[in-house]
């Protein structure tokens, strides 16, 4: 049975562009969770879906930051334009309704110059 | 504000002794859960154990146990038998609501890196 899938493992970008960021749940899980890691600021919870409607986006840091889910087996993390500060890896997580833990992808590393 | 402090960035202990890492936690929910998570250098994120406010008794999975004092509002992890492979970052999160009142939303702790000594 697969895990979280994320897409693309590394990325290394310049200032101004855009990025997005994927991430395939595991079948069956209908809560969706996207994390960034940073050393300064640790794990962060920026927004999380419950079937596939964004329920606390209070994480997000800025609007440069979008995230959707248009279905049960897929979401984007979308950045623009991306920043320097922006450069941390990124983690999908989701779980099964009434779920007591979350299962995280392998993350994506993100690197803006 | 709900909160999850870890005390302890950096922590040793040699092979095959147990290991206490610590944390605690600050919520006004009379309904919340608590977990342990396991990142080591390869970066993904291993759940270990959970612990949820209404449990009679405390957590165990394998070689791992919490130590829940409610009333101190704390969740150490407790190790027993360390392994070379337990060398990580450890990691305690607390999510409000449990069960169907749960709010998905996990708090993390800043870590506690763990290095077992051969």
């Known amino acids: 049975d697969a895990g979280v899938i994320q897409s693309p493992r590394h990325e290394v970008t310049e200032m101004g562009q855009e990025v997005t960021l994927r991430c395939k749940p595991i079948s069956g899980h209908n809560s969706l969770f996207w994390y960034r890691q940073t050393m300064m600021r640790g794990l962060e919870l920026l927004i999380y879906?419950?079937?596939?409607?964004?329920?606390?986006d209070s994480g997000m840091p800025e609007d440069r930051f979008s995230a959707k889910m248009p279905n049960a087996s897929f979401s984007t993390l979308k950045i623009q334009p991306s920043e320097p500060r922006d450069s941390a890896v990124y983690f999908c997580?989701?779980?099964?309704?009434?779920?007591?833990?979350?299962?995280f992808g392998p993350g994506t590393r993100l690197t803006v110059t | 504000a709900q909160k999850i402090t870890q005390t302890q960035p950096g922590m040793f202990v040699q092979e095959k002794e147990a290991v206490t890492l610590d944390c605690t936690y600050d919520t006004s929910d009379p309904s919340y859960g608590l977990f342990w998570y396991k990142q080591p250098s390869s970066g993904e994120m291993i759940f270990l154990i959970y612990?949820?406010?209404?449990?009679?008794q405390n957590a165990t999975e394998g070689r791992y146990s919490l130590n829940f004092q409610k009333a101190r509002k704390s969740a150490n992890l407790v190790i027993s038998a360390s392994q070379l492979g337990d060398s990580a970052m450890y990691f305690c999160?607390?999510?409000?609501?449990?069960?169907?009142?749960?709010?998905?939303?996990?708090?993390f702790g800043q870590g506690t890196t763990l290095q077992v000594k051969p």
């Open positions: 999160a607390m999510r409000e609501g449990d069960g169907s009142s749960n709010t998905g939303k996990l708090i």
């Open positions: 997580a989701s779980s099964e309704p009434l779920a007591k833990k979350q299962y």
């Open positions: 879906f419950n079937n596939n409607v964004p329920i606390d």
């Open positions: 612990q949820g406010s209404y449990d009679q």
